[in-house]
């Protein structure tokens, strides 16, 4: 079961006996970490925190299979100060550029970039500069609901595809990067990949230039 911090789910207890006939009989809900998840006494579910929590139906002597609650990270826009990656050859890529609404989801981003040199750098086809394009090119940026890490593909009509991380190309033993979004506080870090241009710098702690050059791209959280 996944969730979001601050969503609910109701989860349901059914009790039967050694021939599947339902029968009524009291029922406690227990979870194994209630910083990340908490149950009531009806078994609805609210997500408390970013993490893993395994949450179970007991009626007398009976416990029953675990449900596994995953709750993931903050969603929302881009941040209106903290939106900019960096390229050595082309410059600032601009994430919260207003056009494209980028926005940043459960399971993955919308939305497009904007870059003066290389123009609109799509996040998936559905939400492209030229509407959706799945039909013909199918592609997005998948995020880890659980770690916040980025997979998959961006596209470009000028520098052609962007890898988020480097299980995308099977490159992971000899080069390992990836994006990551922190769960928490919903900012980007590390680095995406283009045969042209090469690297793509989500935040200044990847170059340790924070002190001359102080850039990232942060989910707005407030």
Do not use: H, M
């Amino acid at each position: 079961l996944s969730l979001l911090t601050g969503t609910t789910s109701q989860l349901t207890a059914a009790i039967v006996d050694q021939y599947g006939s339902p029968f009524a009989a009291s029922t406690t809900w227990q979870t194994s970490s209630s910083s990340v998840a908490t149950v009531n006494s009806s078994g609805l579910v609210t997500a408390v925190s970013q993490g893993n929590a395994t949450v179970t139906a007991i009626s007398g002597a009976i416990t029953s299979n675990a449900v596994v609650v995953n709750v993931g990270g903050v969603t929302g826009v881009i941040d209106p100060t903290a939106r900019y990656a960096w390229n050595d050859l082309v410059g600032w890529i601009d994430f919260g550029y207003s056009t494209g609404s980028v926005n940043v989801g459960p399971t993955q981003l919308t939305g497009y970039a904007y870059n003066n040199n290389i123009q609109e750098i799509a996040l998936d086809c559905a939400t492209s500069p030229a509407g959706n394009i799945c039909g013909s090119s199918n592609f997005k940026v998948n995020r880890n609901i659980s770690t916040g890490d980025l997979t998959g593909w961006a596209w470009d009509g000028t520098i052609g595809w962007i890898s988020f991380n480097c299980a995308d190309q099977g490159w992971c033993a000899s080069s390992t990067y990836n994006v990551n979004i922190n769960p928490a506080t919903g900012v980007f870090t590390g680095w995406a990949w283009n045969d042209v241009i090469g690297w793509i710098s989500f935040n200044c702690s990847n170059q340790s230039t924070c002190g001359s050059s102080n850039y990232s791209v942060k989910v707005k959280t407030n």
